[in-house]
């Protein structure tokens, strides 16, 4: 097989969200800026890329590429908290 064929890269791509993913709609859409979960992965041999079926909290769905999702962080991703490592001196 050739390197950088798209059935060689096909091979190696990975979905970038998967079920249960909390997903906001950026791309142009009527749902966009909304917030929903991702309840399936399709993968397309022809097109070679993956789809996305999203389910909102009214619980309508639909279905997006990967690039008109964002995944949503969650609280524990946003708000890290550092320790100084001046307060193990005295231990």
Do not use: W
């Amino acid at each position: 097989m050739i390197r950088g064929t798209k059935s060689d890269s096909s091979a190696d791509r990975k979905p970038r969200f998967k079920v249960r993913d909390q997903v906001t709609i950026v791309g142009p859409d009527p749902h966009k800026g909304r917030i929903g979960v991702v309840i399936q992965v399709i993968s397309s041999p022809v097109v070679f890329s993956y789809r996305y079926d999203v389910r909102f909290s009214d619980g309508t769905s639909a279905r997006y590429f990967g690039f008109q999702l964002e995944l949503v962080e969650t609280q524990s991703t946003e708000f890290c908290v550092r320790r100084d490592p001046r307060e193990n001196k005295n231990q």
